[in-house]
């Protein structure tokens, strides 16, 4: 049984570029959540999904922050236009619900930095 | 809106010694979940205990034991024979709502040999 993978781990791009990170939840979890979190503080929820539906996305930081996840497997977190206050770390997470209390199963995160 | 207390920004602890984090929270849900995380240096957030709110009984998993008073609003996370392991940032989570978890901010926890 794989745990959550996320790609890449780090990803160093210029002040106003895009980039797209990609999570790969535990197999049979139907709900993946994506969080920021800073230096110093506990993370950050974004939005999350129930299979292909985005439930969730009112908490997303701005209009510069889209996720899918078209086949309700991988998921996939976009900033576009990045900024300087974007450089954080992204955790994705993934459960099953009315299992084990909808637990959620960390990965271990893609760390962004924009220079 | 539901919000997480952690009011010890770091703790420092012998090895073999008992240590108790505390957590407060605030939820107008009647059905929630509250969880405590560990994240080591190396970042990776792993589920340490979870708690079901209308249970009585508080969770243990080996050496982690909680103090859950429903009333108070109280979530505490007592580690027994602390090891040089246990060294990590620790969070108190809760669910309940549609927002994903609430996290506090965190417990920086060292074990000193």
């Known amino acids: 049984d794989t745990g959550v993978s996320q790609n890449p781990r780090h990803k160093i791009t210029k002040r106003g570029q895009n980039v797209t990170f990609r999570c790969d939840p535990i197999s049979e979890h139907n709900r993946l959540y994506w969080y920021r979190q800073t230096l110093g503080q506990g993370p950050e929820f974004l939005t999350y999904f129930q299979n292909e539906a985005q439930l969730e996305k009112s908490r997303l930081l701005s209009d510069r922050f889209s996720a899918e996840r078209p086949k309700g497997s991988f998921s996939t977190l976009e900033i576009q236009r990045t900024e300087q206050g974007d450089s954080a770390m992204y955790l994705c997470a993934s459960s099953l619900p009315h299992q084990e209390g909808d637990t959620q199963y960390f990965g271990p995160g893609t760390r962004l930095t924009v220079l | 809106a539901q919000t997480v207390t952690q009011s010890q920004p770091e703790m420092s602890v012998q090895e073999a010694e008992t240590v108790t984090l505390s957590c407060t929270y605030d939820t107008s849900e009647s059905n929630y979940y509250l969880f405590w995380y560990k994240q080591p240096p190396s970042r990776q957030m792993i589920l340490v205990i979870r708690q079901e709110a209308y249970k009585q009984q508080n969770a243990t998993e080996n050496r982690f034991s909680v103090n859950f008073q429903k009333a108070a609003k109280s979530f505490s996370l007592k580690i027994s024979d602390s090891q040089l392991g246990d060294t990590a940032m620790y969070f108190c989570?809760?669910?309940?709502?549609?927002?994903?978890?609430?996290f506090g901010k965190g417990t920086h926890l060292i074990i000193q040999p």
């Open positions: 989570a809760l669910s309940g709502g549609a927002d994903g978890l609430t």
